[in-house]
């Protein structure tokens, strides 16, 4: 069986298919991760105050047409309860959004569509309600290829590959060793007792017996990923719970709910060195929201396979943050939260200073979960598809991109910041007040201008 895995290359997101991968081969990524790794929530716990609602972003409709459109009016901020609602209460698209709209629009209508054109475009956010992001989004992340002549022959392959890895991993080892008796075409013991009317007992052997401690046995190898599927099955219920597409008891929450579960499942499966994480569940949520809404309902029936995808290209920029075994490295968690500290000290020193000298506060008691979880907890729902549609858009990579927003996100506060001590400081950045994310956006793109001087 082919194996996906995650890579990271120089400019841009890949997913590979080897047989042997070669990053899986070190020993750093041969351990498993325990089950019950609550590694993102070590530095992560919000305060005991009553959370802010987030929007549930409305539901992609069709453009517009420009003579239609009201100006920008801003979004209340409040849960909508239901897509219906979502959609009387969607905010009008302004004249700016409706250029950019008609400009997106035009670039995905050709034939080669101009990747730089269409990053430069993005990177300044995907109007709502005009029915492309989740195009836009399986471009930039390399799902679909720039010649749209592609499209139809790559997408046939990967829906038609994810259901054969369902078929291949989602099975228990009672399974398995039914299908190679049928496959050696030999009639079980059981069916010979149950015509003579005796008890079925059939021999196992020793290695494959369930109650078999060794590493290379099947039932071992199904009971550690049985710890792995509750832990999973315990965060896809965690997943936005103000969101009637994520929570509920409605058969379309519950079916979007096995779906991400089943994604992640298959991901961990797929991927031994890393195999599932918390916090994983957040960072597939947009994923799946945005191909689950397409208006085109061909592609929202394969929004599952299309996220599973999608959601491997996206980790390739942030695989090493997931490791455990690669905190401490030049590569992990903990280096790259050191490359925000440099950040802010390079942008706004006395802001360092009095963060990490005077009030003594640890990057990693805010970054971490800033970082690992791709923002997803610190903005509203339809705040953070636009931060996306910055990260996805970046020839540097969305890592690059996610530590100047945070480095933003630290200046825009700046004031509060100086003025406060340890404790209102921490509280402050583990409850990041809201703010006008096109403003937050267009500083995180001055401190890359002033980088390059």
């Known amino acids: 069986m082919e194996r996906v895995v995650v890579k990271n290359e120089p400019n841009q ?47 992609p409709e069709p453009p517009p047409k420009p003579q239609e459109v009201e100006e ?79 499209w139809a022959t790559e997408l046939s392959k990967k829906r038609s590959q994810y259901k054969h890895f369902k078929e291949e991993l989602l099975v228990n080892p009672s399974d398995i060793t039914r299908m190679l008796d049928k496959s050696a075409g030999l009639e079980s013991d059981d069916s010979k007792c149950e015509r003579r009317g005796l008890l079925p007992r059939s021999e196992i052997p020793q290695g494959e017996h369930p109650l078999s401690l060794g590493k290379t046995s099947i039932w071992n190898q199904f009971f550690q990923d049985t710890e792995i599927i509750e832990q999973i ?111 802010l000290k390079e942008h706004d020193e006395e802001l360092w200073r009095h963060l990490e000298i005077t009030t003594k506060i640890n990057p990693q008691f805010y970054a971490f979960r800033w970082i690992t979880l791709l923002l997803t907890q610190e903005f509203n729902f339809a705040d953070s598809l636009h931060i996306w549609d910055t990260l996805l858009s970046d020839p540097e990579g969305p890592q690059e991109t996610l530590l100047r927003v945070c480095c933003a996100m630290l200046i825009l506060i700046r004031r509060r910041l100086v003025a406060g001590d340890f404790t209102s400081n921490l509280k402050l950045l583990q409850n990041y007040p809201s703010t006008n994310i096109g403003h937050l956006l267009y500083v995180a793109d001055k401190l890359r201008a002033r980088s390059v001087e």
């Open 13 to 59: 997101l890949a997913m590979v298919k080897e047989r042997v991968p070669e990053w899986l081969n070190n020993s750093l990524w041969s351990s498993n991760l325990p089950a019950n790794d609550d590694r993102l929530l070590r530095y992560s716990a919000k305060p005991s105050t009553v959370p802010e609602p987030s929007i549930e972003p409305p539901i």
């Open 72 to 150: 920008e009016k801003p979004p209340a901020r409040e849960t909508r309860d239901s897509a219906r609602d979502d959609e009387r209460s969607s905010p009008s698209v302004s004249a700016e959004d409706i250029s950019r709209q008609s400009q997106l629009l035009a670039e995905l209508s050709r034939k080669i569509i101009n990747l730089r054109e269409l990053r430069r475009l993005s990177s300044q956010g995907i109007p709502d309600g005009a029915g492309i992001r989740p195009t836009v989004w399986k471009i930039l992340l390399g799902y679909l290829p720039c010649d749209r002549s592609l």
């Open 233 to 343: 099955d315990r965060d896809v219920k965690r997943t936005h719970p103000d969101m009637h597409f994520f929570s509920g008891d409605s058969s379309f929450a519950r079916s979007n709910q096995e779906a991400l579960r089943i994604i992640l499942i298959v991901f961990a499966k797929l991927n031994p060195g890393i195999r599932y994480v918390q916090g994983m569940n957040e960072v597939l949520a947009p994923l799946f929201y945005v191909f689950k809404n397409d208006p085109d309902e061909e592609n929202a029936v394969y929004a599952e396979e299309d996220t599973f995808f999608c959601f491997v290209e996206l980790l390739s920029g942030f695989r090493d943050n997931f490791c455990q075994q690669l905190d401490n490295s030049v590569v992990g968690i903990r280096s790259t939260i050191t490359k925000l500290s440099k950040l």
